[in-house]
């Protein structure tokens, strides 16, 4: 498995688990003052956004001992990119705020606010030990462009979860339906508009954060 410094490894897990573990309070405190569940999907999808993180730790681990053209780790990168999208779905779940009566609308915010975050920096730091290992490999612009081509993957991804009801099993589970929709908007762009826009939408806000993270590491490992 990659290697890391124990202390700091052991701090960043520490500190995801525990702004996770806000999010989780927030929800049930939510939960029992309204008697109402109506947010409960967002434990789930939580637990969707995680999963990327473990595979990307599992890739980088054995991309490093058996390198990345054997076919388990291309599968294993493949099996990656499908689920990550999953940390970034989480901010498409602002849809489902709305003024009620179940719980002020300010404290549904910081709720919804705190389960977004938790997606992205799942997500980013999915997507920065990979990037690590492509930088290991390739010329700094062809990581970068890799990278790239990763967050727009994932903000279509994205796009056909929230809006045409898409999961990541779904590959598996009913591959015609979902190569047929696909498709369709590659083969007739004109008609769809709306994947154009909002696919782009996503990929320029989740790559410029990126891309800041990215940077911001840089500078703070110089001498």
């Known amino acids: 498995m990659p290697k890391q410094n124990p202390k700091s490894a052991n701090k960043l897990i520490a500190g995801v688990v ?16 309204s008697d109402s569940a109506r947010y409960i999907f967002l434990v789930w999808n939580l637990v ?11 890739l ?4 490093r001992q058996f390198g990345w053209l ?23 779940d602002f849809v489902h705020l709305r003024t009620t009566n179940e719980a002020s609308l300010f404290f549904d ?3 919804l606010a705190s389960f977004v975050v938790n997606g992205l920096m799942l997500g980013y730091i999915a997507v920065y030990l990979v990037h690590k290992e492509l930088v290991r490999r390739f010329s700094e612009a062809n990581s970068y462009k890799i990278v790239a081509i990763i967050f727009l993957l994932c903000s279509f991804a994205t796009y056909l979860g929230r809006f045409t009801r898409w999961n990541t099993w779904d590959i598996l589970l009913q591959p015609a ?20 826009l909002a696919t782009g939408i996503l990929f320029v ?3 410029s954060i990126y891309v800041v993270i990215w940077e911001a590491s840089r500078l703070v490992k110089q001498p």
């Open 60 to 63: 980088v681990g054995r991309v």
């Open 205 to 207: 806000f989740l790559s």
């Open 48 to 58: 969707l956004a995680v999963i990327p993180v473990f595979l990307a730790w599992w």
């Open 70 to 92: 054997g076919w388990k780790e291309l599968l294993l990168s493949a099996v990656w990119v499908s689920f990550l999208p999953n940390s970034f779905y989480l901010v498409t």
């Open 177 to 196: 339906g979902l190569i047929f929709d696909v498709s369709d908007r590659v083969i007739n762009p004109g008609q769809h508009a709306e994947t154009y």
């Open 109 to 111: 915010v910081v709720m």
């Open 18 to 33: 525990v702004s996770c573990l806000v999010s989780l309070v927030l929800l049930i405190v939510r939960i029992s003052a």
